[in-house]
């Protein structure tokens, strides 16, 4: 049972849009902690995607992109392409545990 | 450029321990905090804790704690991680991977490329 919660699986064909959730409490993303998301292509290390909530790191497409609002967190991925199959984690900070925490990731199947 | 190499696999028997390693270059290590994850086969990334290579203080996930210790190496710029009285159940992945911190959470920027740990008699 992860403390942060993400759909098991989304999907969307080429081109389409497609969101992931993100959904924590008031001991961490409501406690204003940073939302921080990762892919992770099967066989490889995670690779770090989005951090700060919205901030895309060099290299990373403008495709994807975060947002966080109160207890929950979500990121967008627009121009859905077949190479964006893989499983996607959020990650924050628990106050009351002092630990890092991890969703349970979602997969996400190109049509 | 950054890069974070680890040990490689290992086979391991239940009660045994296991101490995985990670070698950085391409910065100043003693700069950034360490975190090492672990994900079980099928499953999701899981936090174990997380190491200052300066000073070497650490903080370990409650799950872990009393079986789990991090230590650093800051000659050789290496990061270590011993596990000990091992289960089959932490047959996994093990990675670390480098902090940096934006606001008020740290996030992960680079990581080494996992060590598989296989706990099986």
């Known amino acids: 049972q992860s403390v942060l919660t993400q759909p098991p699986s989304v999907s969307g064909a080429p081109g389409q849009r497609v969101t992931i959730s993100c959904t924590g409490s008031?001991?961490?993303?409501?406690?204003?902690?940073?939302v921080h998301w990762y892919q992770q292509v099967p066989g490889t290390a995670p690779k770090l995607l989005i951090y700060?909530?919205?901030n895309r790191p060099s290299g990373v497409p403008d495709r994807f992109s975060g947002s966080k609002s109160g207890t929950s967190a979500s990121m967008a991925i627009t121009g859905l392409q077949a190479e964006d199959e893989a499983d996607y984690y959020c990650q924050s900070y628990d106050s009351p545990l002092s630990d890092w925490v991890f969703g349970g990731g979602t997969k996400l199947t190109v049509l | 450029q950054v890069q974070l190499v680890q040990s490689g696999a290992e086979v391991k028997k239940p009660g045994a321990s296991v101490k995985v390693s990670c070698k950085a270059s391409g910065y100043t290590f003693t700069s950034y905090y360490f975190h090492w994850v672990r994900q079980a086969p099928g499953q999701g990334l899981d936090w174990m804790g997380i190491i200052n290579p300066s000073g070497g203080s650490t903080r370990y996930a409650q799950k872990f704690q009393g079986r789990v210790t991090m230590t650093t190496d800051t000659s050789t710029s290496t990061l270590y991680m011993e596990l000990i009285s091992l289960k089959s159940e932490d047959t996994a992945i093990y990675y670390c991977?480098?902090?940096?911190?934006?606001?008020?959470?740290?996030?992960?920027?680079?990581w080494g490329q996992g060590t598989l740990v296989t706990v099986s008699s």
């Open positions: 991977a480098r902090v940096r911190y934006y606001e008020s959470t740290g996030y992960n920027d680079y």
């Open positions: 700060g909530n919205n």
């Open positions: 008031s001991s961490n993303i409501g406690a204003g902690y940073d």
